[in-house]
């Protein structure tokens, strides 16, 4: 079973800056692509960026120009850099690894923009 872990999230103040990691267990040639998603109280869990095994990306609209995903380029590890953040980003983000087709969640990690 694929083992999904993400760290790096915390409170931090509207307009700073936060950097999440993820790393799956599995041989990087066997991930097909993997997806941070995030979820706020209340509201469904939506796409926030996803990369390739190819590299390619993308984002949802309300990330846009903010949020970079990123890879490791011989590890197992995806990040995300999340820039100018504001109130609304406030959620629990979860990794979404997919492997040779079959998909693993993280357990999430919180991310709170407060004063």
């Known amino acids: 079973q694929v083992q999904v872990v993400e760290s790096g999230g915390g409170l931090v103040q509207p307009g700073g800056s936060l950097r999440l990691s993820c790393e799956a267990s599995?041989?990087?040639?066997?991930?097909?692509?993997m997806d941070w998603y995030r979820q706020a109280p209340g509201k469904q869990r939506e796409l926030v960026a996803r990369?390739?095994?190819?590299?390619?990306?993308i984002y949802g609209d309300s990330v846009k120009g903010r949020f970079t995903i990123s890879r490791h380029n011989t590890k197992n590890t995806v990040y995300l850099q999340m820039n100018s953040l504001k109130a609304e980003d406030t959620a629990v983000y979860y990794c979404?690894?997919?492997?040779?087709?079959?998909?693993?969640w993280g357990q999430g990690t919180q991310v709170t923009v407060s004063s």
């Open positions: 979404y690894a997919d492997v040779s087709g079959r998909g693993s």
């Open positions: 990369i390739t095994t190819g590299g390619s990306t």
């Open positions: 599995a041989r990087l040639s066997t991930i097909y692509f």
